[in-house]
């Protein structure tokens, strides 16, 4: 598998502040990677790093093979970035926002296609000033993909979405890895790191505390399972790292169907929560 | 001095402020500058003729200023053929020029850059020098429009006389457009000055001090020489200068300083102002403002 980004002892300073301490990371090529994090644990300065608009402290970066501190006109073609938050092009409508982008770059997508894909056709003729967030977040994905981008940065790209807006995102999202778009998506959400991501890494305090496949992280497929069942009308409870010869116990036992039986994993939540401990103040 | 070879160095490595140096990154092909540069251009006249707000301002300001000064000061200028309203008229072209390139746009750049607009753009192929052609572009497009009413009007109310000769009309096209283009791109450098948001009276004072010894409003031949030399050592002095040669008598150059209207000594100033500005712009500009990382 070739890698589409290469990080190794990333760092980044503000005055005494280390926002970036040491971070190592690999993207495999057509892979979706999720970057978890509290705020202001440096997710947005490390993807800043990477998309060339910051520069870094120390460490090695290479970006599609290049490293983003010396990146040209060539190299920014091949990556598409949806920064955090966008405001300007306020007079322009919808459909010459994404043709002028567009036209920016060698080889664009076609602009009504990829207005389609976001689902802004009917807005095609509507002020960008006029949108509602989450059209104007839907056009900012736009104007990112639109130079048909080897590589997708995406900083917190769903916030404000309603959930039936997040899944059609999510869609969105899946159609670019079919693709071959690589994509690396910072997120609060959980849900939308657990229904997209390939790989997902945990960004604490200027450190990457963890990286693995959502179902796989900080050993959520190792941790113990809790089994659940009622008996004398009491809900019961027990953690074990067996929990199948367990249920086959408890079958033996009532002789049958166990009442009210369930077994749980840790969800990512509760693994997330875990890692980022006492440091998540603000977010979830 | 500044030579050829540092323009087209400056042109294809703009840099970052900040940004580590020793980057050898590959140049975009002037034909790729001039072709996104005229997706700008194309842009930025359209988001231009939306900005109704503005437009009507800047329309009403040099036409104001010339029905102003054209009743305060009347009849002809001594030891000439000139009326006071038809060299107004060419202080005002000026005007138009400076409001347009420095004032507008120095303010419309650092906004962007506050805005984070500038910062979007930088993520895409679009080379420095295509925005700054779109940039000039809007103002060329604004000052003609903003020239051409504020004539309408002087003509219609005033009595100004155009001229008729194409010869003139080619040297109000060449001297337009090189003072207009060194104009914009200082107006482009000038917009790093503005840190902040409200921050824009930095670059008012300037303006102000710079339209005073240029000629704009007083006429240049009677400033004292010590202003004079100074306001040669500026674009907009050069360029009133050769819109006097446009719409004044041919007699009127006795009363320059330089008894001539200087055609080549002009234009080689303006094309200087050009590549000192672009090179500045290169040099200087940055995508993001000082409030963001």
Not at chain 1, 105 to 125: F, H, N, W
Not at chain 2, 202 to 228: A, D, E, R
Request: proline letters at 4%; hydrophobic letters at 45%.
């Amino acid at each position: 598998m070739t890698t589409a980004l290469r990080v190794r002892g990333l760092r980044k300073e503000y005055g005494d502040a280390k926002a970036l301490d040491g971070v190592d990371l690999d993207v495999a090529t057509g892979e979706i990677f999720a970057l978890l994090g509290p705020n202001a644990a440096g997710k947005s300065t490390a993807v800043e790093i990477l998309e060339g608009l910051r520069d870094r402290d120390g460490g090695e970066v290479s970006v599609l093979g290049t490293d983003p501190a010396r990146a040209d006109h060539r190299w920014r073609a091949r990556v598409g970035v949806v920064l955090q938050e966008t405001r300007g092009f306020t007079t322009l409508r919808v459909g010459e926002a994404v043709r002028q982008f567009g036209a920016y770059y060698p080889a664009g997508r076609d602009p009504d296609e990829v207005i389609a894909a976001v689902g802004l056709t009917k807005q095609t003729r509507t002020l960008t000033s006029r949108l509602s967030g989450g059209q104007r977040r839907r056009l900012d994905v736009a104007l990112g993909i639109v130079g048909d981008p080897e590589l997708l940065f995406l900083d917190e790209p769903t916030t404000g979405f309603d959930p039936a807006a997040r899944r059609q995102f999510w869609e969105l999202i899946r159609s670019l890895r079919s693709s071959g778009t690589t994509v690396l998506l910072t997120t609060h959400y959980l849900e939308e790191a657990e229904a997209l991501a390939d790989q997902v890494g945990v960004l604490v305090a200027g450190r990457l505390v963890a990286v693995g496949a959502p179902d796989r992280l900080g050993g959520r497929d190792q941790a113990e399972a809790v089994v659940a069942w009622e008996e004398d009308g009491r809900r019961r409870e027990r953690r074990t790292a067996e929990p199948t010869r367990f249920i086959a116990e408890l079958g033996t036992l009532f002789r049958g169907e166990v009442p009210g039986l369930s077994v749980t994993r840790p969800s990512l939540e509760d693994i997330y929560l875990g890692l980022i401990g006492a440091q998540d103040e603000g977010g979830r | 001095m500044v030579t050829t070879d540092g323009v087209a160095e400056a042109l294809a490595a703009p840099q970052d402020t900040g940004q580590a140096e020793a980057a050898r990154t590959r140049r975009a092909p002037l034909s790729e500058v001039w072709r996104v540069g005229r997706v700008r251009m194309a842009a930025e006249v359209l988001q231009l003729s939306r900005n109704t707000g503005l437009l009507i301002f800047t329309f009403a300001v040099p036409v104001v200023m010339l029905l102003l000064f054209g009743s305060i000061f009347r009849g002809k200028i001594d030891g000439t053929s000139a009326t006071y309203q038809q060299v107004y008229a060419t202080g005002m072209i000026g005007m138009c020029v400076i409001n347009g390139a420095l004032q507008n746009l120095a303010y419309t750049v650092a906004a962007e850059r506050h805005s984070k607009a500038l910062k979007r753009l930088r993520t895409t192929p679009m080379p420095a020098a295509s925005y700054f052609i779109g940039k000039v572009a809007s103002v060329l497009a604004a000052t003609v429009a903003q020239i051409t009413v504020m004539l309408a009007v002087g003509v219609a109310v005033m009595g100004i006389r155009l001229p008729t000769s194409p010869g003139r009309w080619l040297t109000f096209t060449w001297v337009l457009v090189l003072g207009a283009t060194a104009c914009s791109l200082l107006g482009i450098g000038m917009s790093s000055l503005i840190r902040s948001e409200n921050g824009s009276a930095i670059v008012w004072l300037p303006i102000m001090v710079l339209q005073f010894i240029s000629g704009v409003f007083i006429l240049f031949s009677q400033l004292p020489k010590s202003v004079q030399v100074i306001g040669s050592l500026f674009p907009v002095k050069w360029l009133c200068q050769g819109m006097r040669s446009v719409f004044l008598p041919e007699s009127f150059k006795y009363a320059e300083p330089a008894r001539s209207w200087e055609h080549g000594r002009l234009a080689l100033v303006l094309v200087a102002w050009c590549v000192v500005g672009l090179v500045l712009c290169l040099k200087t500009f940055s995508w993001r403002g000082r409030d963001d990382g």
